[in-house]
């Protein structure tokens, strides 16, 4: 027993990261990848509770590091809306709107396309889950007009649409949901966890009641983080105080990301909102990459055109290919690897998804070439 832990132990010396000088298309990692300042300050701040040298009780009101500017200027402008919080990452964002809108047993609205966190949150706040479907294989749309005879017949305490879902890289019509909400008075959650940091995104415009972001998805920090953006309307019911310690969040348990990943998400930042308006580069950029792979026999799912960079491609040619080789579906794992290439999910290979946001053109058009090198490899 003691020898076994000792093993343990000696494994936790010196870790580190195979993929990290790789050409980077993981989709759940593209656009958590940190700036340099970001990588800066993680260590300057690599301490514990290192952004609460300054506090005097609530995380949101620091001014030393500047966490009050960001939380309370910075950010609202940059989602478009009245009042942000920061939090632990989408998934803890969409439990906190979920619990303090509704009680066990309501009911909620979401897209058929919607992440599993989604639905955990829901769970874990006892609601019931009820889906607006896709349109199936292979474009998987979601046509928000279907919302609302489901309100009618649910009356559910509120609808949340994923934008983009992270399966397919959809992008539905969040505006015409907007009117609808507000046809029918229902608080609409916006899932931008692929979106905010990525694109511009303006929570006005659009005509939401919430947006959900998530740091290590999207805005180049480290995780855990995510960001909320709401009307002022809410921020008595969500953001509401402890009774006994006035300045502490109840939904955030006193406060929420206190160290590295919101000091990273800061330091970001300022990349962050000048990124997003390369994004038309970004959706260009992706529909070339798809045109190219779709050149080799692959097939595109999702929207078409595709209007983000998050891919997801049927590949029966490396599928037949995996049925006969020793290594079964890591062979494609392994053949990108060896080129320097980590991205699709190792394992797959009937399907796989991409995401083209952390690499240049240059890059793409090598991991096309390679592509064709391993289908021709094994032809
Ligand atoms: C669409 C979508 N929403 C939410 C999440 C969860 O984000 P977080 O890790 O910030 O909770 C993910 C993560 O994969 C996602 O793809």
């Not at 439990?95 to 309501?106: E, N, T």
């Not at 199936?136 to 609808?159: R, S």
């Not at 037949?320 to 797959?348: A, T």
Request: hydrophobic share 40%; proline share 5%.
């Amino acid at each position: 027993m003691e020898q076994e832990s000792s093993k343990s132990l000696q494994k936790l010396r010196g870790l580190r990261r195979e993929h990290k000088e790789l050409i980077n298309l993981m989709p759940l990692q593209t656009g958590g990848i940190l700036t340099n300042a970001a990588r800066e300050a993680l260590i300057e701040f690599a301490d514990g509770y290192s952004v609460c040298d300054f506090c005097q009780g609530s995380l949101c009101n620091v001014s030393n590091p500047p966490i009050r500017d960001f939380v309370q200027e910075l950010l609202p402008q940059f989602l478009g809306c009245e009042v942000a919080t920061v939090t632990h990452g989408a998934r803890e964002a969409k439990f906190m709107i979920m619990h303090s809108l509704a009680r066990p047993g309501d009911s909620i609205l979401v897209d058929a396309n919607k992440h599993y966190t989604t639905v955990v949150a829901a769970e874990r706040v006892g609601l019931n889950v009820i889906e607006v479907p896709n349109s199936g294989h292979p474009e998987f749309k979601v046509d928000v007009n279907e919302y609302a005879p489901l309100i009618k017949e649910h009356a559910p305490k509120l609808i949340l649409l994923t934008y983009p879902d992270g399966n397919y890289g959809n992008l539905p019509d969040a505006k015409r949901l907007g009117e609808i909400s507000q046809e029918y008075d229902i608080p609409y959650v916006l899932n931008g966890a692929y979106a905010v940091g990525r694109m511009p995104l303006s929570m006005e415009q659009i005509g939401v009641d919430f947006i959900v972001g998530s740091g290590h998805k999207s805005m180049a920090s480290a995780g855990p983080a995510g960001v909320t953006g709401m009307k002022k309307k809410w921020e008595e019911v969500v953001l509401r105080k402890s009774g006994k310690y006035r300045n502490k969040d109840i939904e955030l348990l006193g406060c929420s990301i206190r160290g590295v990943p919101l000091i990273t998400l800061m330091a970001s930042f300022p990349s962050v909102k000048e990124r997003v308006q390369h994004w038309d580069e970004q959706v260009s950029k992706a529909q070339w990459f798809s045109a190219e792979l779709e050149k080799l026999g692959f097939r595109q799912l999702g929207e078409k055109p595709h209007r983000h960079d998050l891919l997801h491609f049927d590949a029966p040619a490396l599928y037949e290919i995996s049925k006969r080789v020793r290594e079964k579906g890591y062979f494609v794992y392994k053949e990108l690897k060896e080129r320097g290439i980590w991205g699709p999910q190792p394992g797959l290979a009937r399907s796989f998804k991409v995401s083209t946001f952390a690499v240049d053109r240059q890059q793409l058009g090598y991991v096309i070439d390679s592509f064709k090198a391993i289908l021709s490899k094994y032809a």
